[in-house]
C-alpha cells in the first residue's frame, strides 16, 4: 500500500518563500506522475503543478514563474519551491502520486495535506 506525507507547511509572510516535501513508500515500482494540489476554504482542490517522469512540468497559471516542482524519481521525493507568495496561496497543500506497484497494480495515492498560511 504506497503512502505519501508532505511536510513544509507553515505561517509565511507575503512575499516570502517556503518549501513543501513530499515522499511516496511503500511497495513502489514506479510513479508516473507526482503533482502538488490545493484547496481553500470554500473552493475546489485544484492542480498547483506536477511532473512526470522524465521531467515534464505542468503549472496552474497562477503561481508560473512563482512556484517550481522537481522530484527525485529514485527517492520517490517531490518538492515544491514556492516564491512571492501572496495571501490567496493560503490553502491545504496535497501531494498526489500515481504509478505501478510492485505486484502491478495502479495506485493513486493522496497524503493528508500540509497547511500553508501567507499573511498580508
Known amino acids: 500500500q504506497v503512502r505519501v506525507v508532505e511536510s513544509g507547511g507553515g505561517l509565511v509572510q507575503a512575499g516570502g518563500s517556503r518549501r513543501l516535501s513530499c515522499v511516496a513508500s511503500?511497495?513502489?515500482?514506479?510513479?508516473?506522475?507526482m503533482g502538488w494540489y490545493r484547496q481553500a476554504p470554500g473552493n475546489q482542490r485544484e492542480l498547483v503543478a506536477s511532473m512526470d517522469g522524465v521531467g515534464r512540468e505542468e503549472y496552474a497559471d497562477s503561481v508560473k514563474g512563482r512556484f517550481t516542482i522537481s522530484r527525485d524519481n529514485v527517492k520517490n521525493t517531490a518538492w515544491l519551491q514556492m516564491s512571492h507568495l501572496k495571501p490567496e496561496d493560503t490553502a491545504v497543500y496535497y501531494c498526489?502520486?500515481?504509478?505501478?506497484?510492485?505486484?502491478?497494480?495502479?495506485?493513486?495515492?493522496w497524503g493528508q495535506g500540509t497547511q500553508v498560511t501567507v499573511s498580508s
Open positions: 511503500g511497495g513502489i515500482f514506479s510513479i508516473r506522475v
Open positions: 498526489n502520486a500515481e504509478g505501478l506497484e510492485t505486484n502491478a497494480d495502479e495506485f493513486v495515492s
